[in-house]
Each structure stands twice: as structure tokens, then as C-alpha cells.
């Protein structure tokens, strides 16, 4: 029986729920291992950079084999290379601050977890930490909240104006959120702050397991939580970001909502998220051994693949949750952000204040919301992306030339996005490597930069080998 996916719906007043988990739960069961020839035609359909229906992602979803998973593996690489190019967006996340209403069973700043040291940043503390990852080359940051009255709209677009106002050694230029969901008021609030992507994640789209895991607390409303990003669209918030936290339950339903949840979005408002998000359970304080569901590296690994091949003008973030070499390897697999230097602590970038706990020393979990499992720092990260031929990307150019939210639709779904993303990443590889990258990184990094310089066409080639002699010179913020 072939499965169609039903019309999507703008939530009405009482904020019904687009997700159908009967729907989604009958096509992840029929038919069994697709075969070839089936696999082949969605693999078609994306390859024409096509959106795919629920149907054609959960036929991808059911491949078991190796041989059918290395077809999917294989069309995702090529995929993000046709949309994004080589470069890969780095980015780093800023605790602002940790104090909790909601008690969700995974997360170590629960309001029940008494060992969790609570923190909220003062303006002098967030300055100095934002000064520090000025001074290590970061651009983009994404400052995380708990969910408590005290960061209220106001309060998050105060910090947003503080971050973009500090200059030190270098300077941030878009700041992105990953915080409580709020009323259209509210997003309104933040939005007039300059923002850049508002991050909110489903953590499940299964609304019996999530009642589970949030067992107290604003969070445990799931309507309120899914439409959030339809309140956020409507307050005029250009790019948005879901996430779905794989181990909560079964990875293929998550994968399978975040589809339909990306393709609501861009039927009810004309643009799909800016982001998606697939972190993986990791230890946290007081987490119960043996509580949520092990998902192994193969499928998690298939996981990413299919969402590039369903959705492919999102861009898609992997975390520091995973382990150097695995990240390494999954950023082949349709990647186009992650974040590097991570450090979880609040005030833990800083060494005038908190620990100041080094990157890749032992983490404090009473002090932090989880494992961090890939502890590299920046340069570290780039070294490696380097060696590995992606170009490490500090772009913001398309946010600050207004290529965001159906600008940036109809450029990354037409496949043309790519002509912005390897010239603008050449030219902010060269920035850092400039001013901030030792000198055997930075000859690298040059070289880098010039192998890649062929694959532009000749005009523009031309221009960003003069932009790269001007940076070269000591001119700085060169957008295309």
C-alpha cells in the first residue's frame, strides 16, 4: 500500500498538533527493506532537489543493508556538496544562564537536580566570555538559556545587544538562540534585537514518550512547544531551527517528524527551517544508566544522510556530543555546521571567572547540561577540516546582506546558494588564518585556499583572488 502524506495545517487557536504519529508509524512499517530499484528512484528525486514526502524519506529510513545505506551515504555527500559546496560553518554555543522551571528527565539543569550549580551571567561576565571567543576567531555564537521567568524576551534581546556591541580582538556577527518558547509577542521582542536563527527543539515528537520525560514544568505543554515555531514565523523571525534529541525514541519516527515538521513550516509560511539538529543523548548530572534508548553510530549515520537527502536547502548541525573521529566522518555525510572550541560551563570560556576548565580537561556535569565528547579546540577543529579538504566557514554573509528566510529559500532550493558559500568561506578562512592561526596552520590553510580557488568560475574567481589580496593586506570583513 502506498502511503501519501495528508495536507499540512496551520495549528488552529487551540494549537491542535500537525504531527500524526499513525501516520508517520504506518509508512516506517510497510513494505519491509526497500529495494534497489525503489531506493534508487527516491535517490533520483532528491538528486533533483526535490523535497521529499514522508513516504519517499521513510523507504530510506527502512534500508538495512550495508550496500543500500552506502548508496544513501554516497547521494547525501554529493548532495550537500551540490547545494553548499566544501564548507563547513563553525560556530560556538554560550551558556547564559542554567536556572530551570522544568524537570525534563534527561537534562542535568532539571529544576529537581540539587547538585546542579546554578548560574546566570552578569553583563561584565558576559562580556568577558564573549571578548575570549572574540580573541580564539569565533563570528557566530548561539546563546542557550534554561527556561525560567528571569530570561524573559527582554532579557534575551538585552544580551543578544550586549554580544553584538563588544569589539575586542575580533568581533561576533551573528547571534543566534536556543531558548524557551515564547508568546508572538515575545519573539517579536528578541527579533528586534537583531537575531540571527531562533533555535527550538521537539527534543520528541512521540507525545506519549515526551509526557514521560518532562514530567513537570512549561515544557510539558507539547502543543505549546511544537507551534512555538509557527509563533516565532509570525512575529517575523526570518530563520528558525528544529531539533529532535535522538535517544528519547525510536530515531526513525524523530527523523520522520522532523520532515513533516520542516515541510509544515514551509507550507504554512513559503520558508523550511534554517537548521535542523539531531544531538544524541550524552551523561548528564544525575542521569539514570540505562534510561533512553542506545542508537548505534550506523544509524545515527543514516539518520543525518536521510534528512540531507529530504530536506536539502536545511542546514544541518552537528554537535560536539559525538567523538572526534566519528564527527570527523559524519560531516561527509551532509553536514553543514557544526560548533568547535565547545565549552559547556557557564563562564567556562573565561578565565577570569567560573573554572575555567581548559578544553579537553575533565568536565564538572554538576556545572554543565551534558558530556561533551569532542573537546578540540578551534583551531584544532580547522586543522582537521583543513586536512580533510572541507574549508572551515565563519561566514555571516548571507544574514548581513539580508539573504535570510525566503531570501535564502529560494537561492538554497534552486541549488544556487553554493555561489555564496565557497567564495565567503574562502575570504573568512583567510581572515582567521590572518589573525589568529599559528604559522604552520596558516600555510596550510593558504593552500588550501588556493586549490579551491579553481573550482569558481572564472569571473568570480577574479574577484575573490582580489578580495584575498586585500586580506592579505590587512583589509577585513570582505562579503560577497
Not at 580557488?453 to 560577497?480: F, N, P
Request: glycine residues 8%; hydrophobic residues 40%.
Amino acid at each position: 500500500m502506498i502511503f501519501e502524506p495528508q495536507k499540512y495545517a496551520i495549528p488552529d487557536e487551540s494549537g491542535k498538533p500537525f504531527i500524526d504519529p499513525a501516520e508517520i508509524r504506518t509508512l516506517l512499517a510497510a513494505n519491509g527493506e526497500p529495494s534497489v530499484a525503489e531506493t534508487e528512484r527516491v535517490l533520483a528525486r532528491s538528486a533533483e532537489l526535490h523535497r521529499l514526502t514522508l513516504a519517499e524519506t521513510a523507504v530510506l529510513l527502512r534500508a538495512r543493508t550495508p550496500e543500500l545505506r552506502q548508496m544513501i551515504f554516497e547521494a547525501a555527500g554529493e548532495l550537500k556538496r551540490r547545494v553548499y559546496g566544501e564548507r563547513i560553518v563553525i560556530f560556538a554555543p554560550l551558556y547564559v544562564g542554567n536556572r530551570c522551571t522544568n524537570n525534563c528527565a534527561y537534562c542535568g539543569f532539571r529544576a529537581s537536580n540539587r547538585e546542579a550549580v546554578r548560574v546566570t551571567l552578569a553583563p561584565e561576565q558576559l562580556r568577558a566570555e564573549v571578548e575570549t571567543l572574540e580573541s580564539q576567531g569565533q563570528r557566530r555564537l548561539i546563546l542557550v538559556w534554561g527556561e525560567h521567568p528571569d530570561y524573559s524576551p527582554r532579557a534575551i534581546a538585552d544580551a543578544v545587544r550586549q554580544v553584538y556591541s563588544v569589539r575586542g580582538a575580533g568581533r561576533i556577527n551573528r547571534v543566534n538562540i536556543n531558548a524557551a518558547p515564547l508568546d508572538t509577542e515575545g519573539f517579536r521582542v528578541v527579533r528586534e534585537a537583531g537575531i540571527g536563527t531562533y533555535q527550538i527543539f521537539q527534543e520528541t515528537y512521540d507525545p506519549e514518550r515526551y509526557a514521560e520525560v518532562h514530567p513537570s514544568g512549561r515544557k510539558r505543554d507539547f502543543d505549546w512547544r511544537l507551534t512555538a515555531l509557527d509563533r516565532a514565523m509570525e512575529a517575523g523571525v526570518d530563520d528558525v531551527g528544529l531539533g529532535a534529541l535522538v535517544g528519547l525514541g525510536d530515531w526513525r519516527y524523530e527523523a520522520m517528524a522532523l520532515v513533516r515538521h520542516a515541510n509544515h513550516l514551509e507550507a504554512c509560511f513559503g520558508v523550511g527551517p534554517h537548521t535542523i539538529s539531531f544531538p544524541r543523548i550524552r551523561s548528564a548530572s544525575g542521569l539514570a544508566s540505562g534510561a533512553f534508548r542506545e542508537v548505534d553510530d550506523e544509524d545515527f549515520a543514516l539518520l543525518i544522510a536521510v534528512l540531507r537527502l529530504a530536506v536539502p536547502y536545511t542546514g544541518l548541525i552537528l554537535t560536539a556530543r559525538e567523538p572526534q573521529q566519528l564527527r570527523d566522518r559524519l560531516i561527509g555525510l551532509g553536514v553543514s555546521q557544526i560548533d568547535a572550541g565547545t565549552r559547556l560551563e557557564i563562564g567556562g570560556y573565561s578565565s577570569s571567572f567560573g573554572a575555567g576548565v581548559a578544553v579537553g580537561g575533565r568536565q564538572d556535569l554538576h556545572r554543565e547540561q551534558f558530556e561533551l565528547m569532542d573537546t578540540r579546540s578551534l583551531s584544532e577543529s580547522v586543522s582537521t577540516l583543513i586536512d580533510a579538504g572541507q574549508i572551515p566557514s565563519f561566514c555571516t554573509a548571507c544574514y548581513r546582506k539580508g539573504r535570510t528566510g525566503e531570501h535564502f529559500m529560494e537561492f538554497s532550493t534552486r541549488g544556487f546558494i553554493k555561489r555564496f558559500c565557497t567564495p565567503n568561506a574562502l575570504l573568512t578562512l583567510a581572515e582567521y588564518l590572518e589573525d589568529y592561526a599559528p604559522a604552520e596552520l596558516r600555510s596550510r590553510g593558504w593552500r588550501l585556499i588556493d586549490s579551491k580557488l579553481t573550482s569558481i568560475d572564472e569571473g568570480l574567481r577574479r574577484e575573490v583572488s582580489s578580495a584575498l589580496e586585500l586580506i592579505r593586506a590587512g583589509e577585513r570583513e570582505m562579503l560577497l
